[in-house]
């Protein structure tokens, strides 16, 4: 019987992505067959994404875009946090839509999907879930870096944030099956892991070991075979200097930590429910800067919240300066459905905050551009990830997270080669996955560039 065949886009942040991971893990076990185009497909899914006004429409125009594929019988799913956040109103929205599941409901997926094949015209997993999702079944689709949640949820009702709407209260895995799992990628040759969730700090270990955060990455970076541990997101209320502690003490555990501020003013971090002022802010980063290896930081920064003053605006440009941070995901306000903030006057003209969002990526990129300097004449180690698309060099990373384009020194030619009178440039003797030592040469705001020197 021929396969089933599913066709599965994702949109959104590294949780989706991995959510995707073991949804079509799960549909492989259930006898589908991943296709790369939705005209092959029977099954067509989108893990979606609605952090932001924008990212919550796309799903929407995919949707109507391919809705003449439904007259030929496909079925059309929406996974993720726009399922959860729409619910069954997205039937009304897209009648040709079969499945609607939240990722707190992504357990229940092989008997929603029986439903489906026994004929249910429409099947739908909204529920809460108290326990985190655990599967063996992952199809990962990175073969050198991998994926591994350890917490889902968030309990933390930032008054802009939709997650802990969509993604439900924090349910932390067992460190046991965190760990086990980290021993089974590195025995599958993955020498780096990410551990993931929307607040890992936030990790309670519900196994007796109750390992927390600092203890559960210190462990992570103890396993054989494993040579980069990553993670992300973190959140100022529950980072801790133990963390940095056990950073400091493995350097398997990357040199990089990502902190979302969101924003440098106390008026709008109170507003925005974060729970930490800038000057509790700034004392994790000197606790980051005391840490005995140099670890880069990178930030979230939202402009235009409801009632941002100049000032504010201000102290967060300040803050950059102050912070100098590796990197900046920087982002304008919009209201969010089922958040506290929605219900307030959206008050910073749209221009505005263009205006602000460009002032801030100016500013973060003339910080990147003098601070990467300093990586000029020195020797770095980056994982290579393949070659660049557009550039005739190869591209990584380092344990920092920068980007390193490097050229390599061709192998000798192989003889099949010469015969054809073609001397071609043979590949460099490594392949994505390998750890090479590069002398950086020039520096840009977001890339090094050197060359390969073992
Ligand atoms: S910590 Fe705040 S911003 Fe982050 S996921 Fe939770 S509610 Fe959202």
């Known amino acids: ?46 893990n979606t994404c609605s952090i932001r006004d924008k990212a919550a429409h796309k799903v929407f ?4 875009s391919a809705k003449p594929l439904a007259r030929q019988g496909k079925k059309f799913g929406v996974l993720g946090c726009v399922a959860q956040q729409e619910g069954e109103a997205i039937y009304r929205r897209a009648p040709h839509v079969s499945l609607v599941a939240g990722s707190a409901s992504y357990a229940r997926l092989p008997e929603l999907l029986r439903d489906l094949e026994a004929g249910a015209g429409r099947v739908s997993g909204l529920g809460a879930a108290d326990e985190a999702f655990e599967t063996e079944l992952t199809r990962r689709g990175n073969p050198f870096r991998a994926y591994i949640t350890i917490i889902e949820g968030c309990d933390k009702h930032c008054a802009y944030c939709v997650v802990p709407y969509t993604r439900g209260q924090e349910r932390s895995r067992a460190s046991a099956a965190i760990l086990r799992e980290a021993a089974e990628l590195a025995g599958l040759g993955y020498t780096e892991v990410q551990l993931l969730g929307q607040n890992v700090n936030s990790y309670r270990d519900p196994a007796p070991a109750r390992l927390d955060f600092a203890g559960l990455l210190a462990a992570a970076g103890e396993i054989p075979g494993l040579r980069r541990v990553r993670y992300t997101t973190s959140h100022p209320r529950d980072f801790t200097p133990a963390i940095v502690t056990a950073m400091g003490r493995n350097p398997v555990l990357c040199d990089h930590v990502h902190l979302p501020v969101q924003s440098g003013s106390d008026a709008v971090l109170a507003r925005m429910r974060r729970g930490y002022t800038r000057a509790r802010y700034l004392e994790l980063i000197a606790a980051i800067r005391a840490c005995p290896r140099p670890l880069a930081v990178t930030t979230d920064i939202i402009v235009g919240f409801p009632g941002e003053t100049d000032r504010d605006f201000e102290q967060t440009a300040e803050l950059l300066g102050e912070v100098r941070y590796a990197g900046a995901f920087i982002f304008k306000y919009s209201p969010r459905p089922h958040t506290e903030a929605q219900t307030w006057a959206d008050d910073i003209a749209d221009e505005v905050k263009t205006q602000r969002l460009m002032i801030l990526q100016q500013r973060q990129q003339q910080i990147q551009m003098e601070d990467n ?11 290579v990830e393949g070659r660049h698309p557009k550039l005739s060099q190869w591209t990584g990373r380092t344990s920092s997270n920068r980007v390193v384009n490097f050229s390599a020194p061709e192998a000798a030619p192989a003889p099949g080669l010469a015969i054809l009178g073609q001397p071609a440039p043979a590949p460099a003797g490594f392949t994505p996955g390998a750890y090479v030592r590069v002398r950086v040469e020039r520096a840009g705001a977001n890339s090094l560039v050197g060359h390969q020197v073992a």
């Open 1 to 46: 019987m021929p396969a089933k065949t599913f066709y599965l886009e994702t949109f959104g942040c590294q949780m989706n992505v991995h959510d995707s991971e073991r949804v079509a893990g799960t549909l492989q076990a259930q006898g589908y067959a991943p296709v790369g185009n939705m005209q092959e497909a029977e099954l067509i899914l989108f």
């Open 61 to 64: 125009e995919r949707l109507a």
């Open 373 to 383: 300097q300093a990586w000029v004449g020195r020797e770095v180690e980056a994982m």
